[in-house]
Every structure is written in structure tokens, then in C-alpha cells.
């Protein structure tokens, strides 16, 4: 019921869904663009059409009451962003805890544009082994998507090209907010 209610709410709308392969029984979600709060909504009508269950983390600040509890139990995860690497070691021990965990992240981390994608993703998906799943809004095609699942294999730049494919045609509903699809590395370090 839930399925067919958010294919419908979608296509009222104009919007279409599409899942380009299954979804693996554990997966790092990524999403992008993220330059609206419409984006939320429309991953949360993605995740109803396609049947895909996911947890998904935003910052802390916004699991406050009233609505914190409400995000707690459609699957919200607050995050302090101060927190670092506590964070990922955190969400490291949930894979490990749970085998059937899909866990949804905007790695631009804010709806502004930014240089550089964040790193937190990639390394969580790499230690916990488990793939990374793009999903993606696209507001010219009123089009919101499942890509393939791309299995990381520790070299950052070349798994990068792997994702920067499946975004490189996506545009946000405000693509002036819209940065590159890319993480800083070594060698980014030095040309900054």
C-alpha cells in the first residue's frame, strides 16, 4: 500500500521513479543533488516506490520536539557534525549489528554549494563492506532514482569516476547550489 501511494503521489506530481538494479540487503545510500528540502521528500517517495527500506542521518539540530521523534521512527539518525570520526565509528558498529542495514547520506552535507563531496560515505561503505548505492533527483526530468550499486575498492579517485557517472547529467532543483561530484585527496590538498 505504501508503495503504490508514493508511485502515485509521484506521478500526480509529473515525477517518475526508476531503479536501475536491486538494492544489496546492506548499502551505503548516497544522494545527491542535495540543493533543496524538497530533495527529502522526494527520496523519502523513491525509498516508498521502489520498496526500499533505509535509515537516514541528517544533523542533530534537526531531531529536535516535536519532529525529532517523528524522524526517529521513519528511520532518522542524528548526526553531530562535530563529531567526526565518532560518527563513522558509530555507524561502522550498526553495520556489524545489523546485516539488513541501508543507510541513506547526502555527502554534500548542506543544500549550499560546495568544493568537495565529504569522505565520511566512502570510508563507512569500505569498512563495513558494504556498497554504495547513488540515488539521485534529477528536477529537469522530474526523475528520482536507484543507481547500480558500485562496490568500493579502496582507491578512492577511481571508484570516484564510477560515481561521478552516474551523477554527471543529474541536475538539483537549484543547480547555482550544486557543486561537483568529487572528494579531496592527497593530490587535491596540494593544487587547493
Sequence with gaps: MLKRGAQLILKTFGWKAVQEAPIPRSAVMIGAP??????????????????????????????????GMFFRMIGGIPVDRSSGTAFLKRVIVLFEQDP??????????????????????????LKAK??????????????????PAIF??????????????????KIGKYPQ???????????????S
Design 34 to 67: 542535495h540543493t533543496s528540502n524538497w530533495d527529502f521528500i522526494l527520496a523519502m517517495l523513491v525509498l516508498g516506490a521502489t520498496g526500499t527500506k533505509a535509515a537516514w542521518v541528517a544533523k542533530h539540530t534537526l531531531f529536535r520536539w516535536p519532529m
Design 100 to 125: 539488513n542495514l541501508v543507510l541513506a547520506i547526502a555527502p554534500e552535507g548542506t543544500r549550499s554549494k560546495t568544493r568537495y563531496w565529504k569522505k565520511g560515505f566512502y570510508i563507512i561503505a
Design 130 to 147: 558494504v556498497p554504495i548505492v547513488p540515488a539521485y533527483v534529477d528536477y529537469p526530468k522530474k526523475t528520482v532514482g536507484l543507481g
Design 152 to 169: 568500493p575498492t579502496g582507491d578512492l579517485e577511481a571508484d570516484f569516476r564510477n560515481i561521478q557517472s552516474v551523477y554527471k547529467d
Design 177 to 191: 547550489n550544486q557543486g561537483e561530484v568529487r572528494v579531496k585527496t592527497n593530490k587535491s590538498k596540494t593544487e
